[in-house]
């Protein structure tokens, strides 16, 4: 049984190299605000592609997500990371029902499901492979935001839960808690395809 | 069965969460316990998936969205009083326009008088205060009494009845209407009205493409359905609008209208496709519909290895067995030929790609529907595949082709590993020489009719090559 330890999680706390490109976006230093942001824009549309389903609300949400941030970034603390800071933006800004859930978009079984078309790594173009994609997501899709937004920040972003709890509020003992549900419902789901892997 | 442990073990082993002082007991009863084993397991592979479907586009999208917040951050924050000023110049507007009707209704109306009409230059017959002047088919102006203007007017119902469809019908109506009040007719005429209408197909279906309106989406998918210059025009607009079809994919139900889901194949969009799916699982009668659709998709726009998604989808529904396999060769039939030519080249990637057996099956028979000569060497290299199951539905695949292949197939066995396979192939053809050389090898005149009737049905390839194996001459044998 290989039950090797995986590397550490991303913890909350902002690093040495991350303050110091928030001190030079702030004393206005050309591009560095650019800089600061820039390897946060991925992850930050990832998520908002779990939390919208489209792919034009996702780039939205994120765009208004950085902008909240650019206009914010005097008032940041810095005693979060800044990508735990994002995403709580994010999420903020993603629970405006008005904005987002209230487009046409209704949540039924055939909702679908909003996969990238270009992925790092992409396998060969298999209809196994696309339709093992679908079932993931539809299954994520399928979870309570909540759950899904903590699996999500655990198994993408490799954020420990320490860091999840910032982002979702709540303890550490908590999004532990959420992660293992998510996990354990989406295996319920997916059991025939991650027993044939 | 679970496991007291199941969740500390995959806490403290997937996520690092464990204390060291536990790590060894831990990892003893993992080591012990097939359960939290493969709990696991699982949980990493799971994992892995989540994190590999939740890739980006990244990349100049991530760049734009950035270089979009930091120029709007930069600009102005809007002022407090943008509001007041609004309600002011609102207000100021309002009396201005109040003052220019009351100049009006006491007679210091604009001095210059409108332009006459385009027709009547020239002409200026005086009309009478309770005639207008309305043109005929040949353009000619003539007055008519006022009261006919009405039955002139372009109404919704007449628009309906060409276009067969209110909503367009409408915007014909308002476009018509505003063709006439430019060249200051009063009304636009049936002639104008139908003018109107062949260009609005095109023109006012791109204004409804932006529309925000749900009642939008049933009248382009009729101008697109029904094709024409105007419908192919409507649908390149259509699949560049990234507004619309987000609004077609939200529109997508299982009760939508069937114009929706042949709209939706057409355009061929990924996310588009991936709702079709979801209504075919629920709605097998919908597949048909959608496969006769793609073959109307434009060129470069890749429909083959949708249908194949599609096939499996709809294959999904409980078929079994030798019913299942012939179902399969007619859908393939039914589906894959009408295609464009570059679907081939999208079936042999396929082909060489998956992994699947049941893909490769689905491609074999269609790849057989389609018989297409670009297909011949991909087939002949699959009789000699390790695999006996997709020899034989390559050898079906062949047989499919016309007897201009019969040379290539003869020549083929006599170096091939499996070559009863390719003469079942060449037996389909039914041509005398054939019968004959089964003749010859021993076949009975029943066993012949039978191999030589056309294309055996794919699950009885096995059985017709097991029956010629021993009998082929000592050079057919490898």
């Known amino acids: 049984m290989n039950a090797a330890r995986p590397q550490a999680p991303i913890g909350p706390e902002p690093c040495p190299e991350e303050r110091a490109a928030l001190a030079a976006a702030r004393a206005g230093e050309a591009g560095a605000l650019h800089a600061l942001l820039r390897r946060h824009v991925d992850p930050l549309l990832a998520l908002a592609r779990r939390l919208v389903r489209d792919r034009h609300q996702a780039e939205d949400l994120t765009q208004e997500t950085l902008l909240a941030a650019c206009r914010g970034l005097d008032s940041f603390r810095g005693d979060a990371s800044i990508r735990t800071w994002l995403f709580r933006i994010l999420i903020r800004l993603a629970q405006d029902p008005g904005r987002w859930r209230g487009r046409p978009c209704p949540a039924s079984a055939l909702e679908p499901t909003d996969i990238p078309d270009a992925m790092h790594a992409e396998p060969p173009y298999t209809s196994l492979a696309r339709e093992l994609r679908a079932r993931i997501d539809e299954a994520m899709e399928r979870l309570p935001p909540r759950q899904r937004v903590a699996l999500h920040l655990r198994a993408v972003e490799g954020m420990g839960y320490d860091a999840i709890a910032v982002v979702l509020g709540g303890s550490p003992g908590a999004a532990r808690m959420t992660v293992l549900a998510a996990r354990r419902t989406i295996r319920g789901r997916l059991g025939s395809y991650l027993e044939d892997a | ?478």
């Open chain 2, 1 to 478: 069965m679970t496991c007291a442990f199941e969740d500390d073990v995959v806490a403290r082993f997937l996520d690092g969460d464990a204390r060291d002082t536990d790590d060894a007991e831990l990892g003893d009863h993992v080591r012990a316990c097939p359960h939290c084993a493969r709990a696991l397991a699982r949980s990493r592979h799971l994992d892995a998936l989540v994190a590999a479907t939740s890739g980006t586009e990244g990349g100049a999208a991530a760049d734009r969205l950035l270089a979009r917040a930091i120029a709007a951050s930069r600009a102005p924050a809007p002022r407090e009083f943008r509001a007041r000023t609004v309600l002011l110049a609102g207000a100021a507007g309002f009396l201005l326009g109040l003052l220019a009707m009351r100049l009006l209704r006491t007679g210091r109306a604009p001095e210059r008088a409108p332009p006459p009409p385009p027709a009547l230059a020239g002409e200026q017959p005086a009309a009478p205060a309770d005639m207008v002047l309305l043109p005929d088919a040949d353009g000619t102006a003539r007055a008519r009494p006022r009261a006919i203007v009405a039955e002139r007017q372009p109404s919704v119902e007449r628009c309906a009845a060409v276009l067969d469809d209110p909503t367009l019908a409408v915007a014909v109506t308002m476009r018509a209407r505003a063709r006439a009040l430019a060249a200051g007719w009063p009304a636009p005429t049936a002639t104008a009205i139908d003018a109107a209408v062949a260009a609005v197909v095109e023109t006012a279906g791109r204004t409804l493409l932006v529309e925000r309106s749900a009642a939008s989406l049933l009248p382009i998918a009729r101008g697109i359905v029904r094709g024409g210059t105007a419908g192919a025009a409507l649908a390149a607009a259509a699949r560049a609008e990234r507004s619309f079809v987000s609004r077609l994919r939200a529109a997508l139900q299982a009760d939508c209208a069937d114009e929706l889901c042949v709209l939706a194949a057409r355009l061929g969009d990924a996310d588009l496709d991936r709702r079709l799916l979801a209504i075919c699982r629920r709605d097998a009668r919908r597949a048909d519909l959608v496969a006769r659709a793609c073959a109307d998709a434009p060129e470069g726009v890749a429909r083959a290895a949708f249908l194949l998604d599609l096939w499996a989808a709809v294959s999904r529904r409980g078929d079994d067995g030798v019913a299942h396999a012939n179902d399969d060769a007619a859908r393939a039939r039914a589906w894959f030929p009408p295609l464009p030519p570059g679907a081939t080249a999208e079936l042999l990637h396929c082909l060489a790609t998956t992994r699947s057996a049941e893909v490769r099956a689905r491609v074999l028979l269609a790849l057989g529907a389609r018989a297409d000569a670009a297909a011949l060497p991909a087939l002949f290299a699959m009789i000699e595949a390790p695999n006996a199951a997709d020899a034989a539905l390559a050898a079906y695949a062949l047989g499919c082709y016309d007897a201009s292949v019969a040379a290539d197939l003869e020549h083929a066995a006599r170096s091939s590993r499996r070559p009863e396979l390719l003469w079942v192939a060449r037996a389909a053809h039914g041509d005398g020489a054939i019968r004959a050389r089964l003749a010859a090898i021993g076949c009975s005149p029943a066993e012949i009719d039978l191999l030589a009737a056309g294309p055996l049905p794919p699950e009885q390839i096995p059985a017709a090559a097991a029956l010629l194996r021993p009998r082929l001459p000592s050079t057919y044998r490898p």
